[in-house]
């Protein structure tokens, strides 16, 4: 079992640019979120997706849009980048039970 | 206020040591109850997993709840250089993975040989 795999590892975006992140959830897993962390900081949740649906949002404006495939596999998709979105991106997937996470995608803004 | 509290550290403890981590909330709404490990630029690791009050144990891991006092702790026994890492704790209102997970900002743990 490969786990939860996130592409890319790392990447480089300049301000403004949009960016699009990628997620394969653990087998058997149908659930998805996706949660930013900030350096020294705790992840901070930005959406979950179920049944290719948005079920639940937090505190994200809406630059910060995702979409879940049939496969269940997801995207984060940021808008107009601010310098302050560079941060580590986490997705996390479960099924009924506790949420496994990813290695991450580490986005630097510059 | 926060909804989830956690000292920052860096906690430093020579090997072998019991180490005790906390975090106490506000919102007492919250059921579910994880604790993560997180090394330098890696994702967060699932340690400990408890539903409401109590205690639950794994290896040199023991979780513990204390929903009255809104205090939930993590102790590792006999602790390993390999432990050092950041702790995070993570609290969840409905069932873990159908609800978002409000995290703690993490203690940095560090383990001396």
């Known amino acids: 079992d490969a786990g939860v795999t996130q592409s890319p590892t790392h990447l480089i975006k300049t301000r403004g640019q949009q960016v699009t992140l990628r997620c394969s959830p653990k087998s058997g897993h149908d659930t998805v979120s996706w949660y930013q962390q900030a350096l020294g900081q705790g992840p901070q949740f930005i959406f979950q997706?179920?049944?290719?649906?948005?079920?639940q949002r937090g505190n994200f404006p809406d630059r910060f849009s995702g979409h879940q495939f049939p496969n269940y596999s997801s995207e984060l998709n940021v808008n107009a980048l601010l310098l302050g979105d560079s941060a580590l991106y986490l997705c996390?997937?479960?099924?009924?039970?506790?949420?496994?996470f990813g290695q991450g995608t580490r986005l630097t803004v510059v | 206020q926060k909804e989830v509290e956690q000292d920052p550290g860096p906690l430093s403890v020579p090997e072998g040591a019991i180490v005790s981590l906390n975090c106490t909330y506000s919102?007492?709404?919250?059921?579910?109850f994880m604790w993560y490990r997180q090394y330098s630029r890696k994702g967060p690791e699932l340690l400990m997993y408890t539903y409401s009050s109590g205690n639950k144990e794994d290896g040199r891991f023991t979780a513990q709840v204390d929903k009255s006092s809104k205090y939930i702790s993590l102790f590792i026994r006999d602790s390993q250089p390999s432990d050092s890492a950041t702790y995070l704790c993570?609290?969840?209102?409905?069932?873990?993975?159908?609800?978002?997970?409000?995290f703690g900002t993490g203690t940095r743990l560090k383990v001396l040989a």
């Open positions: 996390a997937s479960s099924f009924i039970g506790e949420a496994f």
């Open positions: 993570a609290m969840s209102k409905r069932g873990p993975g159908t609800y978002k997970y409000i």
């Open positions: 919102n007492s709404a919250f059921q579910y």
């Open positions: 997706y179920y049944e290719e649906e948005e079920r």
